[in-house]
């Protein structure tokens, strides 16, 4: 099983909080780095120092990292128009050697976009497919080659399709591209869009008697696209609250505000023998990749202890 770090630094977090994590990530032997992309923060607090912008933070990281992978849980559709993204997306992957993963959704959050002027349309679905479409329209188009679409919500005309990504899709190794990775509860919509552009499902934070459906759901649709449901990397997100003992189990829900038996219940978390526990459940359950959410940016330790004595146990 692969155990991904998800960090929330909307929460409260700058580009060398962000960086210390990375490194340790990579330091440490967990398999990538990935950060949410918001642009306030959830809930009361502080809302210093401020959001960090997702891609400008994975163009810094690609440059200060040599072996993780890289991305988003998720970029939104609502903030950048698809011809940008993929100039983004295609930059940041040749920066970082090849290791970045586009995470990619609707959006949800109303409030962010209203205090930073972005639009926020009622109905989104559209976008987001469109927005798939031209971004791996443009990485897929071969070089020399011109892309068009012209849609309900985007138009592109006689574009060159320049920056390529290093990688190769997933999806048709002849043409450029980076992973994708769709994810959701909605139960056809979404499904359909994974089983369509996606190289991985993810679900995040779902009742944990709902994953197993969600994974049949995508597997299904795979099949009505007559795509192999082999093709895709299954994942789900959780948050993570580790501890030596249960007191430390305690301090550390303490420090994220949160309570240890509903981290128990919603979450992994727990001692070392809770958690190893836990991972083999969600594996039993079809999850092949975990991404652990780690709320306190500041507890190095906490990175280091999963690292010693959760992942050796998983491999």
Same mark, same amino acid.
């Given at each position: 099983?692969?155990?991904?770090?998800?960090?929330?630094?909307?929460?409260?977090?700058?580009?060398?909080?962000?960086?210390?994590?990375?490194?340790?990530?990579?330091?440490?032997?967990?398999?990538?780095?990935?950060?949410?992309?918001?642009?306030?923060?959830?809930?009361?607090?502080?809302?210093?120092?401020?959001?960090?912008?997702?891609?400008?933070?994975?163009?810094?990281?690609?440059?200060?990292?040599?072996?993780?992978?890289?991305?988003?849980?998720?970029?939104?559709?609502?903030? &950048?128009? @698809?011809?940008? /993204?993929?100039?983004? $997306? !295609?930059? #940041?992957?040749?920066?970082?050697?090849?290791?970045? %993963?586009?995470?990619?959704?609707?959006?949800?959050?109303?409030?962010?976009?209203?205090?930073?002027?972005?639009?926020?349309?009622?109905?989104?679905?559209?976008?987001?497919?469109?927005?798939?479409?031209?971004?791996?329209?443009?990485?897929?188009?071969?070089?020399?080659e011109r892309f068009h679409h012209h849609g309900e919500h985007y138009t592109l005309t006689d574009s060159p399709a320049l920056p390529k990504p290093v990688q190769r899709s997933p999806l048709d190794p002849g043409r450029?591209?980076?992973?994708?990775?769709?994810?959701?509860?909605?139960?056809?919509?979404?499904?359909?869009?994974?089983?369509?552009?996606?190289?991985?499902?993810?679900?995040?934070?779902?009742?944990?008697?709902?994953?197993?459906?969600?994974?049949?759901?995508?597997?299904?649709?795979?099949?009505?696209?007559? &795509?192999? @449901?082999?093709? /895709?990397?299954?994942? $789900? !997100?959780? #948050?993570?609250?580790?501890?030596?003992?249960?007191? %430390?189990?305690?301090?550390?829900?303490?420090?994220?505000?949160?309570?240890?038996?509903?981290?128990?219940?919603?979450?992994?978390?727990?001692?070392?023998?809770?958690?190893?526990?836990?991972?083999?459940?969600?594996?039993?359950?079809?999850?092949?990749?975990?991404?652990?959410?780690?709320?306190?940016?500041?507890?190095?330790?906490?990175?280091?202890?999963?690292?010693?004595?959760?992942?050796?146990?998983?491999?």
């Amino acid at each position: 099983m692969d155990l991904r770090i998800f960090t929330e630094p909307q929460q409260g977090a700058s580009y060398d909080d962000l960086l210390a994590v990375a490194q340790a990530t990579e330091t440490l032997g967990f398999d990538a780095f990935f950060r949410s992309d918001h642009y306030l923060r959830m809930g009361d607090g502080d809302p210093g120092p401020g959001p960090t912008d997702a891609w400008t933070t994975l163009a810094g990281l690609a440059r200060e990292t040599s072996r993780i992978r890289l991305g988003t849980l998720v970029t939104s559709a609502t903030f &950048r128009h @698809p011809g940008v /993204l993929a100039i983004q $997306v !295609a930059q #940041v992957d040749q920066m970082s050697g090849g290791r970045v %993963e586009l995470g990619l959704g609707a959006g949800w959050f109303a409030a962010e976009h209203e205090a930073y002027g972005i639009p926020f349309p009622h109905r989104r679905f559209g976008l987001l497919t469109e927005q798939l479409e031209i971004v791996t329209g443009l990485w897929g188009t071969p070089e020399g080659e011109r892309f068009h679409h012209h849609g309900e919500h985007y138009t592109l005309t006689d574009s060159p399709a320049l920056p390529k990504p290093v990688q190769r899709s997933p999806l048709d190794p002849g043409r450029a591209g980076v992973p994708v990775v769709v994810g959701g509860m909605g139960p056809r919509r979404t499904p359909a869009l994974a089983a369509r552009f996606a190289s991985e499902f993810n679900v995040a934070f779902p009742p944990k008697d709902q994953i197993a459906e969600k994974f049949a759901g995508v597997r299904a649709a795979c099949e009505q696209l007559e &795509r192999d @449901p082999e093709q /895709l990397v299954y994942s $789900v !997100a959780m #948050v993570v609250c580790v501890g030596a003992y249960d007191a %430390e189990v305690s301090r550390r829900a303490a420090a994220i505000g949160r309570e240890p038996g509903e981290l128990r219940e919603n979450g992994v978390a727990g001692t070392v023998a809770e958690a190893v526990d836990e991972l083999g459940r969600l594996a039993e359950l079809g999850a092949q990749r975990v991404y652990l959410q780690v709320l306190d940016l500041h507890d190095l330790d906490h990175l280091d202890l999963v690292a010693r004595e959760v992942m050796p146990q998983l491999r």
